[in-house]
């Protein structure tokens, strides 16, 4: 008689405030063999019962698997018994729930529990009393109910016997603890049952390592898949990972923090299960923590979480330290994480954060990309990836997963910047085209203009004196609007970017053109537009490509400096008017905001904070609206948004159609 057990690498979470239930597993290589080993012990060795508790997250050893010999007890006979029990301790027991079945090995309470001791010291442990096995899940007040029970079965003793899977840390060889095996048996326990006992175990260790290696390949896999797939939007690569650092890892959060041009990691991602702490409690606690400082402090934004490896001020903080040393770094203390952006006099409210939060350890694992120049090797910073466990400690395999995971988020980072580079390189060199084609279209024209004018000069010299004043009194007008034509298209040559157009472009359709090819680029952003458009149509005479290109710009920046964590909450707000003779134009949102140092010189050329950025588009923008005559400002507040606004004169045809 065998059971079906639940998936393994679908962690337990135990929160201080609440707890779930696993989901129950497909059927895993690791599932059947560990089925497979219950049942072998108990019809090929006959003992009367078995189990397989697996090593997890939090310290805890749940039960997996479990065998009886039908001939001595039935599944009916252990729901009896669990009944029983639940009748005297008032809840209920089972033993084929693992949320139920569970020991913590670091908890006093459980010191005592056979498969407790068997782990922590490091050996197989024997015992006469079955209770031993159950205690203190089934209470001290049930010990005789299941001293019955172990005289209905002819238990004679009982044996925990713990497995382990060797591996490399630094260098140095580990001895990893992955589980334990139970048996019960009707006679005593040998030396040679406590060899076959353990050569089970080995195959249940080498079964758990076997599962670890398909899952970092599963790993690997999907995150390549989602990389290829998410190229436009580096965020959500990162964001993807720390969701499933917790959901599918169990750890109790997780944070990526990307490696940018200013020596800087700040938070692009940021993921807490949602069962440990609601989106408002984690407000709270920020509030709480904001109290200490002089401006809101928030985890989530990245102009807020932000360290610098190369500034005194952070060498302390757990990412830069990682950073600095190219290996993890764990600590004991939350606050390692979050300083010195929360300050010393907030630590105590940090400490309590993390004792709700269950979280024994965090880490910082930094990712790397290499170079070979010959036989040197450069590995260049991409970023850090953090965890928080409920673990004691990060375990060998954990971090050996991390690092895995780090990598191929380099990898993912490093051909979203290619990709968007590229695009913005291309985008550069159209703009440049149309300017090219629009200036050699001028110089045809001008050409042309001046063939005329030399033709007339030419007719003018040959004629006499009086035949010439005639010819030039009859032909003033022609010629001096052939001049005023030179001298536009000289203007034109000198200002590429001044598109006339026959007819006229609506400014508010740039706009919205502008918004759909921003959108366009970034399928599944939750960003919610406000548009508050004049009624009436805003012509000017320019060809739309380039202002519509102009907007685009702008509404791109809006749009990356809402964190994709926050987008369900992130809002841009669209407005024109017409006021003192010109055209007001207003692009606005609630993201990040620009700090103060970089706000003065976000529209100089080749600079940039994006890391896939070449500092052209707000350059060429700002260049492109003031030699419309036009003028753009910017207002920014940390933590808040971002307005731009920019102006465009209003023309004596616009001016005519708007009064009337």
């Not at 109910?145 to 713990?162: D, E, F, N, Y």
């Not at 918004?515 to 960003?527: I, K, P, W, Y």
Request: charged share 20%.
């Amino acid at each position: 008689m065998r059971f079906t057990i639940h998936r393994f690498f679908k962690r337990h979470r135990d929160c201080a405030a609440s707890s779930t239930h696993l989901e129950t597993a497909s059927t895993t290589n690791l599932q059947t063999t560990l089925e497979d080993i219950v049942q072998d012990v108990v019809n090929a060795l006959g003992y009367v019962g078995a189990m397989v508790a697996t090593y997890e997250q939090g310290d805890t050893l749940p039960v997996r698997a479990l065998s009886l010999d039908p001939r001595i007890a039935t599944l009916d006979d252990l729901h009896r018994w669990e009944q029983q029990v639940s009748q005297i301790i008032g809840e209920e027991i089972r033993i084929l729930d693992p949320n139920i079945a569970r020991v913590y090995v670091y908890d006093e309470t459980y010191k005592d529990n056979l498969s407790v001791i068997a782990v922590t010291g490091g050996g197989p442990v024997t015992s006469n009393d079955l209770y031993d096995l159950f205690r203190p899940i089934a209470p001290l007040a049930t010990r005789p109910l299941v001293q019955t029970m172990q005289r209905a079965m002819g238990i004679q003793q009982v044996i925990a016997v713990p497995f382990f899977l060797e591996s490399q840390q630094e260098g140095e060889p580990v001895h990893e603890v992955v589980g334990n095996l139970f048996a019960a048996k009707r006679g005593p326990i040998t030396e040679q049952d406590i060899r076959i006992l353990s050569a089970f175990g080995r195959q249940a260790a080498a079964a758990i390592g076997s599962e670890r290696r398909r899952l970092q390949i599963e790993v690997t896999q999907e995150l390549v898949f989602r990389m290829q797939s998410s190229l436009q939007d580096e965020a959500q690569i990162l964001q993807w990972i720390a969701h499933w650092l917790v959901d599918d890892l169990g750890y109790v959060g997780a944070m990526v923090a990307p490696y940018e041009s200013d020596d800087s990691l700040p938070v692009y991602a940021m993921y807490v299960d949602p069962q440990c702490a609601s989106s408002a409690q984690i407000e709270q606690w920020e509030r709480q923590v904001s109290q200490f400082t002089d401006h809101p402090v928030s985890i989530s934004d990245r102009n807020v979480a932000r360290v610098y490896v190369q500034q005194d001020p952070y060498s302390h903080n757990l990412s830069v330290r990682a950073a600095a040393t190219g290996a993890p770094v764990t600590s004991n203390e939350l606050y390692d994480l979050l300083r010195p952006i929360v300050p010393l006099a907030a630590k105590p409210i940090v400490h309590a954060i993390q004792q709700s939060l269950d979280i024994c350890q965090v880490i910082a694992v930094p990712f790397f990309l290499e170079a070979h120049n010959g036989e040197r090797v450069h590995r260049e910073l991409y970023g850090n990836l953090f965890a928080a466990t409920r673990s004691r400690t990060f375990r060998p395999s954990e971090i050996a997963l991390l690092r895995a995971v780090g990598q191929q988020a380099a990898i993912g980072l490093h051909n979203a910047r290619l990709y968007h580079r590229a695009r913005e390189q291309r985008q550069a060199a159209q703009l440049f085209s149309r300017m090219a084609f629009n200036a050699s279209r001028s110089v045809h024209a001008l050409s042309n203009h001046l063939s005329v004018l030399r033709m007339h000069l030419t007719l003018l010299e040959r004629l006499p004196p009086a035949e010439r004043d005639a010819l030039l009194t009859e032909k003033s007008p022609q010629v001096q609007a052939r001049v005023e034509a030179a001298a536009n298209l000289l203007s034109t040559l000198r200002a590429p970017w001044q598109q006339v157009s026959d007819e006229a472009t609506d400014v508010n359709d740039c706009l919205r053109g502008a918004l759909n090819r921003a959108f366009n680029d970034r399928e599944g952003t939750l960003v919610a537009v406000t548009l508050d458009l004049t009624d009436t149509p805003l012509p000017v005479q320019l060809a739309p490509e380039m202002l519509t290109e102009a907007f685009r710009v702008i509404i791109n920046n809006a749009i990356d400096a809402i964190p994709p964590q926050d987008s369900a909450k992130g809002k841009l707000r669209l407005r024109t008017w017409l006021e003192e003779e010109a055209i007001h134009i207003t692009i606005e949102d609630n993201g990040s905001g620009i700090r103060p140092e970089h706000l003065r010189r976000i529209f100089d050329i080749g600079w940039t904070t994006k890391e896939t950025g070449i500092g052209f588009g707000l350059f060429w923008t700002k260049d492109y609206i003031e030699g419309l005559g036009g003028a753009i400002k910017v207002e920014s507040q940390v933590g808040e948004g971002t307005r731009f606004t920019l102006t465009l004169p209003l023309s004596a045809n616009i001016s005519s159609s708007a009064s009337g």
